[in-house]
């Protein structure tokens, strides 16, 4: 194997190896957990670092050997090796409202030791599961699902002075099976079970089920905890500026406003922000621009005059609160990022301990019971938030709860919000609210644990006034009839369908990241080779059903999911299709819905729709074929990424400071705390002042360089110095105060202008210009020294000769114009060159008049003709056969070696 193969297999390994180390355990104790059950105490969350998001168990059950058959729901987790019979527990847990690609960084499932009999620890283990199909009613031991064979985690360390004790909360670290789970059709099924069921101790461990926790009225409920990071915004920018003195002087009516977006999670976005520009450092007075990509809905407002009352918002004690709003008030579907409940003060700061909030949708429209249980509509709620602290805002007589976006309100159900606290500090307020439409169930400052108490000690009909932030659009939801296509096949079924929506029903622009259709049945809907498209398309009227590419009317589709098998999630009522985040919908023409499939798997679902709405739908499937105006009731979630946005409040007051905030939300729904920042917004008048303008003594010689130098300074600093020259702009070298620029001149000449410009912060400009000379008094160089040239007789002569200068060259010249020329260089003869030596000058002139001259000697010879030369008209030297001798005597050389040469080959011939 080579080496690094081993190196990659060994890395592999230890990844194996690693999710199976043992997390925290009953060291937890020390920090009081024991007292509480909530683990996230000793989290960083307290620091603002990161949060959990906690899901509670939806099917909880122990399964024993020696009752095979018997079903214990309702009994404590079971964990035993007892002689003769074993004892495992099984977890189910509902992830179906977390997206798939949902960023996080550690996911744990926590138990609570309920009870023991022994005192011998054995290490225990979650395995998984990919069977969902079990309930807690019917789960034994004979019909357990089967798991995998290696444990996804284990405690195996023991404390002191054992592994488990009883009264804490242990954990178990399910990263992989988390993110598994969300992949597919987000149910997680777990079986704890010891390790080596081979060895016999009689010992048992009881850890709290949800049945018992709800009975004894205990925070014992098994739950996943999922750590997230909390995002933050930094670098806060107006036109580019943080500092003085710029930012004291912005001079644009529509300043932009930027900032940066921080997650630790793993790619983590930026799926909303909200800016606010305002008059005042307290930003409470006036707003004047408000920039927000999510829309608030008023479920119930009291108008000031409702109630209000001592309640769970201004108890010390320990206090579990259910309020519930019919649908007749829900006017909107969507993804609730914010509660605002509606207070008797109009601004404030409170801060809960242990808050814990609950969201579900039910069909059951009654009031609210005394049973907290019964009142979920045999559904299991979603937490939205959980903070060991959570400071709430109270602004405008509203106080937020900014929770995770994990929960979907629908308009079609009633909707609960469950609240539950152990204490506040800070404002004291109360909600408003009047007396009919709604209902509320609560237990406050019981002696038994109120917290978790299972009975409400009062219930009356009564609204609370509450506006819900939603993020995403509700395009349509007046439909009331439910239709089988595409989500209510049959099996084996498949087709194509199209759904267009107008563009007036949209009015919303962004990258679509969710589809949602609110639905009149209960589950999920699978389909084999799914695959959906988008297309904003210009195409009018009804779709063809016979030509479904025409109704794209020339526009590309855009391919945002493709899986071999996909699962359209049930998410309260409302079917979930998350889609890639790479279409971009612009809201200039209409948009149309795409599905493809090869096969309906399972599922019977009914979408909500109504004929003639503004939509229409085309499809060709196996079992149905056609077209009609039918508008079915959906949802779109965008995803708005930007980092900057343009003011586009109330017109600025020159000299007039003013003070802004921006916050962002991360894609769990997770705000950031807000970061401000502030401007003054003056115009400026005044030119960048200069001085100590230099530059190279003029005239310079052509080839040298110039440095042109300026002092320039302004209130708002020089934002850029340029120096332009022959048409071109060179940006300026800053040293504190002084600009400047050197460069060659690439010509001589006179009065060579430049200018130099310098610019402010406020966007004013100062012009200087000057010029100066350059002169050339060098010669042009040889590139390379002319040489002597020899020809035969006859032989023309071709000698290229070359020069250069900065200038340019103008002209060549020849002493004996008679019998030679020289054009760029090129030295021929004229005539037929008698034998003899020609002693030449030849001159190159540059286009400043500077010369140069060089020499060069032609010797002719003639090597063989018989023909008598004619003489050269220029005269020979008396000496010419002493200076050709060597010549003579090289030539007769080679006669000599050729006459060897010839006499050799004749030989051996």
Known sequence: MKKYSLILVTILIFGMIVPIIPTATSTYGSDGVADYGLIENISPAALGETNNSVIKVSDDAPVSSGNPDTNYNGASLEVSNWTGNLGRSWLKFNLKHLPNDLPFTRATVNLYTWGAVGTTDYPIGIYFSENNTWTEETVTWNNQPAYDALPAAVIDSPASPNMFEFGYWYEWEITAEVIETLEQDGILSLAVRLVDEDTH??????????????????????????????????????????????????NSVNPEFSWTFNDADPNDIQKNHELEVWNDPAFDDTLLMHDNNSEITLVHDTGGVGVSSIDLFDIQMEARCQFK?????????????????????????????????????????????????????GQTPIQVMNRSVFTAILENGFMEFDIENTFIVNSGLNLIIEFRHRSFSGTAVSSNYTNSGGSIAFSIGHPSDSYNRATADLTTTRTHGLKLEIVGHDVFSTGASTNSIPFGLSVGDSGRFQFKYNQSLIDDEGVIDKILFPAGLVGDVVYENFSVYLVETPHAGKLSHTDMDSNYAGASPTLVLSADEYIVRDVGGVLVIDVDDIFSYTNTHNLMIEMRFDSFVRGNQRALYVSGGGGYRAFVSTPFTGNDTSTYNMLLEFTYEPDAVAYSGSPLVNATTYYWRVRTCDSMGIWSPWETSSFKYEVLTSLPAWSSHLETSSPIELGESMTVSINATHTTGIRQAQLEVDGTNHTMVVAGESYSYSWVPGSAGEDISYTIFLESYSRTWATILNSFDVEDTTSPAWTSTPGDRVLDYGEA?????????????????????TNFEITDGLLTNRTTLATGLYDLEVTVTDNEGNSLTGNIRVAVFDFGSTTTPTSPTTSIPSTALEELGWLIAALIGVIAFLAIIVLLQYRKS
């Open 201 to 250: 101790s009689n010992t048992v461990l009881e850890f709290a089920s949800r049945e018992i926790s709800i009975v004894n009225e205990y925070d014992g409920i098994p739950y996943i905890s999922l750590e997230y990071a909390v995002p933050t915004t930094s670098d806060l920018l107006v036109d580019g500026f943080s500092e003085s003195p710029q930012i004291d002087y912005i």
């Open 325 to 377: 709003w019919p649908s007749s008030m829900i006017s909107k579907s969507g993804v609730v990022d914010k509660l605002f409940i509606e207070m008797d003060a109009l601004s404030g700061k409170t801060s809960y301990n242990d808050l814990q909030i609950y969201m579900l949708s039910v069909d059951d429209s009654s009031d609210l019971g005394t049973d907290f249980q019964s009142n979920y509509d």
């Open 797 to 817: 002569l071709s000698y290229q000769l070359a020069a250069s200068d900065l200038s340019g060259i103008a002209s060549w010249s020849v002493d004996d114009t």
